[in-house]
């Protein structure tokens, strides 16, 4: 009987050992089941990224670390590279900023989204990590001066602008963004050196993506604030053909007035209108040809056309003012008007 009992027991036991070790078993076989499974989804997020699947990238990255590898630097960096390079900069930030970043590449795609969405002081504290590992980045130079001008920090941007016009290769943007600060300081003659400067080592100027033209349009303003027409004639008629801006048509108009040519002058003022109808100094200077002509009506219909582009600007008020006084003035002393005698004597006979 004691037998009996012991070889069930036995039994038994044995029974229980070998369900535990099939349990064990199985739970192993699920675990690597499992782990391919992620080792997979991360294989695939890599490849997704390397044939430029971002979106693609971005999701199964997101989805290995929903499943236990949140804090995995390398898929956190997967996942907001792809986001970045599929333009989802705020999805990107999210990433970005959850890990210290050691490449460039990174610091800079980070700048780069930041900067798309005009968060000024986020991006340039990105690129100021750049500068400090890396001074002569060119990059973070460029687009420091243009943050510091966003800010209106100008002398700042005009440190970095000249920082990157001591690079090789990149004097002439340099140089360009060195003009555009000088303009906006209102240092007219530095604008005009860091400019000509400019156009004489890169006379197309391929680097500035739109061309030459505002150079030469910001030129020819520049020698017409300095008194000299001709020169401001010769960058004018230059932006003249290569802009729609109305700008230059109103600085020839300017020469020609200047010249003694107001004929001359109103087609170009005309001109910079049809270019663009809002252009207040065109209206401006029309309302005020057309006044010292005796043509009040078309002055004052110039005259507040430029109030209602700039209303709070006191000349054109004034202006306004003016004219609408002459106009009344001229037509309070006007004779009244007297009709034929011989239609009269028609009348009458009738």
């Not at 060195?178 to 400019?195: C, D, M, P, Q, S």
């Not at 170009?268 to 002509?293: I, K, T």
Request: with cysteine; net charge positive.
């Amino acid at each position: 009987m004691r037998k009996a009992r012991g070889k069930k027991s036995g039994w038994f036991r044995a029974t229980v050992v070998a369900a535990a070790l099939c349990a064990a078993v199985a739970a192993a076989a699920s675990l690597a089941l499992y782990l391919r499974q992620q080792d997979q989804t991360l294989a695939r997020a890599k490849a997704a990224f390397e044939t430029e699947q971002y979106q693609l990238a971005a999701s199964l990255a997101e989805q290995y670390m929903q499943a236990g590898h949140a804090n995995d630097r390398e898929v956190i960096l997967l996942a907001a590279r792809a986001y970045a390079y599929a333009g989802r900069w705020e999805l990107a930030e999210a990433y970005f900023a959850q890990v210290p970043l050691r490449r460039r590449a990174d610091l800079q795609l980070r700048a780069k989204g930041l900067l798309a969405r005009e968060l000024w002081s986020e991006a340039a504290a990105v690129y100021e990590q750049i500068l400090k590992r890396w001074p002569s980045d060119s990059s973070a130079l460029k687009n420091m001066a243009v943050i510091r001008m966003q800010q209106n920090r100008p002398l700042e941007s005009l440190v970095f602008a000249r920082r990157l016009a001591q690079l090789p290769g990149f004097r002439v943007t340099g140089l360009l963004i060195t003009g555009y600060v000088e303009t906006h300081l209102g240092n007219t003659e530095r604008a005009i050196k860091a400019f000509e400067e400019a156009l004489k080592l890169s006379p197309s100027l391929t680097e500035e993506p739109s061309g030459p033209g505002l150079v030469y349009q910001l030129l020819a303003r520049a020698y017409l604030d300095m008194g000299k027409p001709g020169a401001a004639e010769k960058y004018a008629l230059k932006a003249h053909e290569l802009t729609t801006d109305p700008e230059p048509c109103w600085i020839l108009g300017r020469v020609r007035q200047i010249a003694g040519d107001e004929t001359g002058a109103e087609q170009y003022w005309q001109e910079a209108l049809a270019r663009s109808p809002q252009h207040a100094e065109s209206l401006v200077d029309l309302a005020q040809l057309y006044f010292r002509r005796g043509q009040l009506k078309q002055a004052v219909r110039f005259a507040e056309q430029a109030l209602q582009v700039e209303p709070e600007t006191e000349s054109v008020q004034r202006l306004v003012r003016m004219l609408r006084a002459r106009l009344k003035r001229q037509v309070e002393d006007k004779p009244p008007e007297t009709k034929p005698a011989h239609s009269a004597q028609q009348k009458g006979s009738g």
